[in-house]
Every structure is written in C-alpha cells, then in structure tokens.
Antibody
C-alpha cells in the first residue's frame, strides 16, 4: 500500500527557518516524482514543485521559485520542503503528493495527510 | 503562466447530473486529472488521464476531454458528493510543471 506520511504541524515566527518532511513507503521511492502543494486558508490548491529522488532533478512553479527549496533523501525515502525565512503569508496547509507520468503528461495519484504551518509573531 | 479555468460553483439536486468544466490551452495535448476535496481532508483522485476511474471510485464519476475543455460528470449526484473539485494538468513546456484549476464548489441539495 502506497503511503505518504508527513511531519507534524508547526508554529513559527516570521524570519525563522523550517523544513517539513514526507516519508514514502509501499513503492519504489526513486522511481516517481514527488512534490508539494500549498493550500492557504479557505483557498484552492497551488502546485509548488517536484523532485525526482532518483537523480534529484527538481522543477519549481515560477510562483515558488526562489521562495522554497525542495529536496529528497533517497536513503530514507523522504522528501522535504524548506524555507530559510518564513513570512506570515506562508501560513497554509502543505501536502506532499506522488506524481505519475503518462505519455507527455503527469498527475498526482497519492497524497500525504498534510502539514499545517502557522507563521505568527 | 499557464492557467486552468473552472466555474466557482455548481449546484444540483440529489439524483441529478453535475458537470464541472475545466478549460486550458494545453488540454488538447495534456491529460486532465480530477480531485475531490471534502472539508478538512486531503484531496482524493477521482479521474485520471481524462477519463479513467481509480479503483474504489463510484461509477457515477466519469470524465471526458475535447479540445481545450475537460469535463467531470457526476451522474446521479449524491449528498456525499458535495465537495470542492479541482482539475489538474501540466503546461506545454515538457518540464512536468503542474497547475490546478481554481476549484469548483459542488453543492448537492
């Protein structure tokens, strides 16, 4: 059974750094793109970026390029989303999501349970 | 940047057919995926590759795509289908960059 288990909720102050995690199991972690999706309070889903753990190839949405860092440690089947300096506007639920490729497209087939990040002074 | 456009809301009575559309310039070449998100829960895949249904998803959910528009159809909508629905696809760059539609709130009452 494919599972993506995310780290727990975080409460941080503006300017602090943060790294949240997503551990994959039940499949070959290095053979699928895995990415992150943001959902701000009361808003829709926003695709942030993906990484291919097999070779660490990483793609970002233009909206998130330079704002966050996506990484992965294939030895422990875990992907990460990192901020160097949080802002109040980073307050959101963050989902990790496994991507599957098909022809020239890709889509999300499995989701983590979400990690709530709250940034407040 | 690439965009997918959905209607903000759709409302039907129980037993009626609900149709949610998603338009995007790259849809003739890229698959559409559909996700259901109930309040306080993670999204769930309900349609992949335009029209395929994952195991465990009721047969009343179907998908189609023609030209620049993909459509999610719920035939005989049930009260439990009330949720937000999002379409998803990738842009035409070939870089696997994804994009979600703005989401459609389906009301069944």
């Amino acid at each position: 059974e494919v599972q993506l288990v995310q780290s727990g909720a975080e409460v941080k102050k503006p300017g602090e750094s943060l790294k949240i995690s997503c551990k994959g199991s039940g499949y070959s972690f290095t053979s699928y793109w895995i990415g992150w999706v943001r959902q701000m309070p009361g808003k829709g889903l926003e695709w942030m970026g993906i990484i291919y753990p097999g070779d660490s190839d990483t793609r970002y949405s233009p909206s998130f390029q330079g704002q966050v860092t996506i990484s992965a440690d294939k030895s422990i089947s875990t992907a990460y989303l990192q901020w160097s300096s949080l802002k109040a506007s980073d307050t959101a639920m963050y989902y990790c999501a496994r991507h599957v490729e098909s022809s020239s497209s890709s889509g999300i087939d499995y989701w983590g349970q979400g990690t709530l990040v709250t940034v407040s002074s | 940047s690439y965009e997918l456009t959905q209607p903000p809301s759709v409302s039907v009575s129980p037993g009626q057919t609900a149709r949610i559309t998603c338009s995007g310039d790259a849809l003739p070449k890229k698959y559409a995926y559909w996700y259901q998100q109930k309040s306080g829960q993670a999204p769930v895949l309900v349609i992949y590759e335009d029209s395929k249904r994952p195991s465990g998803i009721p047969e009343r959910f179907s998908g189609s795509s023609s030209g620049t528009m993909a459509t999610l159809t719920i035939s005989g909508a049930q009260v439990e289908d009330e949720a937000d629905y999002y379409c998803y696809s990738t842009d035409s760059s070939g870089n696997h960059r994804g994009v979600f539609g703005g989401g459609t709130k389906l009301t069944v009452l």
